[in-house]
Nanobody
Framework: QVQLVESGGGLVQPGGSLRLSCAASGSIFSIAVMGWYRQVAGKQRELVAT???????RYADSVKGRFTISRDNAKNTVALQMNSLKPEDTAVYYCNAYRVVTTRGTYTYDFWGQGTQVTVSS
C-alpha cells in the first residue's frame, strides 16, 4: 500500500518561514499529482498547492507569491516552502498523492498523509 509521511511542521512567528516535506513509499513507479492541503478544525480541507509529474503547479489564491511547491519524481517526494507566513495559515497540513502507479497496479484515488501542524503566532 502507498504511504505518505510528512515532516517539517511547527510553530513560527508571523512573517517567518517553514518548509514541509513529504515522502511517498510503497513500490511506486510514478505519481501523477502530488500536493498539499490544509484543514482548520470545523472547516473543510482546502487545497494549498499541487504539482504534476511534469512540474505544472497550481496554488490557492491565498498563498500565491508566498508558497512554493516542488517535487522530486525520482524520490517520490514533494515539498512546500512557506514564506511570509500569516496567522491565517495556521492549520493541519496534509500531503496528497493522486494516481499512483505501483508494482501492484494503478490507484486512481487520493492517498493522504497523517498531517502536520503549522501554527503561526507571536
Amino acid at each position: 500500500q502507498v504511504q505518505l509521511v510528512e515532516s517539517g511542521g511547527g510553530l513560527v512567528q508571523p512573517g517567518g518561514s517553514l518548509r514541509l516535506s513529504c515522502a511517498a513509499s510503497g513500490s511506486i513507479f510514478s505519481i501523477a499529482v502530488m500536493g498539499w492541503y490544509r484543514q482548520v478544525a470545523g472547516k473543510q480541507r482546502e487545497l494549498v498547492a499541487t504539482i504534476t509529474s511534469g512540474d505544472s503547479t497550481r496554488y490557492a489564491d491565498s498563498v500565491k507569491g508566498r508558497f512554493t511547491i516542488s517535487r522530486d519524481n525520482a524520490k517520490n517526494t514533494v515539498a512546500l516552502q512557506m514564506n511570509s507566513l500569516k496567522p491565517e495559515d495556521t492549520a493541519v497540513y496534509y500531503c496528497n498523492a493522486y494516481r499512483v502507479v505501483t508494482t501492484r497496479g494503478t490507484y486512481t484515488y487520493d492517498f493522504w498523509g497523517q498531517g502536520t501542524q503549522v501554527t503561526v503566532s507571536s
